[in-house]
């Protein structure tokens, strides 16, 4: 990575989750790699009472935990770039403080960076317009993390209210998937071979499957997730965007404009997701599914014990225009299932004839881009066995990231941190995207948020509900063994 422009980089919530799992780490990585510039000063903005060495001593600690390339020497060159002020996020004398720490600074170009629960968002971004943060001798920019507003409604009410006070080319919305390295090798996949976009259609492809499997529960975040739940969790964004990725028409060139304005195009043709398409499920303790005993989401700290949020969700919807009519879209995500697995499989239609005897069905070509974890691409299809005769098996060409390339992938985090400091929005989500996402999802979530049907319970640890594998064998189909080639 280049070196990045130096500025003053703000994070509010520096001492929570985030700040302690991705951002710290990233940055210290990007420290290390050279890619954040030696003037480049990080200001931890927060409410507790600490000082700067306080804060300091905390993140050595988060990212010994989370980096797994800790040294104490390069910690030392690290650590004097932090600085800490303390304030609140909706009251301007924090603000004030934070202003005249930048004017000390004498950095042209600052970065904030909201690291703070959602309902914080709108609050920062007001403080930032009055305390006239919004701007700088250079370059100012906000990143937004998810959840971007809580429903439709609400993210066009956050939309406004940013935009009040920035302009949209220097709002960066973020989603990590954005920027794992099989979601941005799909646009190359696609457009960089003359191979698989000719088949790339109804034509040729009989259905697509996103599957988002998690082992993890909640981890401390049961209060966040009972608002929540799967669908804006997850779905909202990463599944979404992932969806607009493998549907999106090609761009003119690979940028934040036409990349951005080819997905806004494909969410609006997505079909909204209807809650009769739709199975939702939520984990109950299991004593012997997994290797221990594993509670279930009702025992979770924070969470109801008769809450009827839904931990896990498969859902059909389709794509109305002429690449994609009639080829369904099958969306499903879920904690507490037996692998961590994200991945996208696209089956193919099977040939029209077959000149062979087969002694079993014929299997259809399957191609399955891993994205978490082992990245990747497998291209599954039909070869004959050795021997006399022809009998068919099922084979794989497969392409991984780690066995071809001798170094690893970065993390999401550090690719989109340096995209922020070098000005490169194509990984970021435009106003209008985040808006057509809300709205896929919103009926689904009308018919939920209601709070009078029960999930279907599913055993930690297990595959998730029945009626989401019953989803698809009624019609003929299966999904793919998350996980497996
Ligand atoms: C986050 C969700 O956005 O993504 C979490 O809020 C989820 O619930 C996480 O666990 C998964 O990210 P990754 O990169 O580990 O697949």
Redesign the pocket.
């Known amino acids: 990575m280049d070196t990045a422009p130096p500025c003053a980089f703000v994070i509010f919530g520096a001492t929570g989750d985030l700040a302690a799992r991705k951002l710290f780490p990233a940055l210290y990585q990007l420290h290390g790699s050279k890619a954040l510039h030696p003037e480049t000063a990080i200001i931890g903005y927060g409410r507790s009472d600490l000082t700067d060495e306080q804060l300091r001593a905390r993140l050595e600690e988060a990212v010994k935990r989370f980096n797994g390339s800790f040294s104490k020497r390069k910690w030392k060159t690290f650590a004097p770039r932090i600085s800490y002020v303390r304030g609140s996020y909706n009251q301007r004398e924090g603000f004030d403080q934070l202003h005249e720490r930048l004017s000390g600074l004498k950095l042209h170009n600052h970065l904030f960076y909201t690291a703070t629960p959602p309902e914080t968002y709108e609050g920062i971004a007001l403080r930032l317009g009055a305390a006239e943060l919004n701007k700088s001798s250079g370059w100012t920019r906000l990143v937004i993390e998810?959840p971007f507003g809580h429903d439709l409604q609400s993210a066009r009410a956050l939309n406004r209210t940013v935009l009040g006070s920035f302009q949209e080319n220097q709002v960066y919305r973020i989603?990590?998937?954005l920027a794992?390295e099989t979601a941005q090798n799909l646009a190359v996949l696609r457009f960089a071979n003359t191979l698989f976009e000719p088949t790339w259609n109804s034509r040729y492809i009989d259905h697509v499957q996103i599957t988002?499997a998690?082992p993890?529960g909640m981890e401390g975040?049961g209060s966040f997730?009972e608002e929540?739940g799967v669908i804006r969790?997850?779905f909202q964004?990463?599944l979404l965007q992932l969806a607009a990725l493998v549907a999106m028409e090609p761009p003119a060139r690979y940028d934040a404009l036409s990349v951005r304005d080819e997905k806004v195009k494909v969410l609006h043709a997505m079909t909204c997701i209807e809650p009769e398409k739709a199975v939702m499920g939520q984990y109950i303790a299991s004593e012997g599914v997994a290797s221990e005993r594993l509670d279930g989401y009702r025992q979770e700290p924070a969470v109801a014990p008769d809450s009827l949020q839904a931990t896990f969700a498969a859902v059909q919807f389709g794509i109305a225009n002429w690449r994609w009519s009639g080829v369904p879209f099958f969306v499903r995500a879920g904690?507490r299932l037996e692998v961590?697995a994200?991945e996208i499989v696209l089956q193919f239609k099977r040939p029209p004839h077959t000149p062979f005897t087969l002694t079993e069905k014929l299997k259809p070509d399957r191609l399955v881009l891993r994205?978490?974890p082992n990245e990747g691409i497998t291209l599954r299809f039909n070869s004959k066995t050795p021997g006399q005769g022809i009998e068919l098996a099922r084979v794989s060409m497969k392409f991984a990231y780690d066995e071809h390339f001798d170094r690893p992938n970065p993390d999401?985090y550090e690719t989109l941190l340096h995209d922020v400091m070098v000005g490169d929005a194509t990984l970021f989500q435009r106003a209008d995207e985040v808006e057509a996402q809300w709205q896929v999802v919103q009926p689904l979530l009308e018919h939920w948020d209601r709070g009078d049907k029960e999930p279907e319970f599913y055993l930690a640890g297990s595959r998730g509900p029945k009626a989401a594998t019953e989803m698809l064998t009624k019609q003929g189909r299966y999904w793919h063994l998350p996980g497996k080639d």
């Open positions: 998810k989603d990590h998937y794992k988002m998690e993890m975040r997730y929540a969790d997850v964004n990463h904690k961590k994200s994205v978490v999401a």
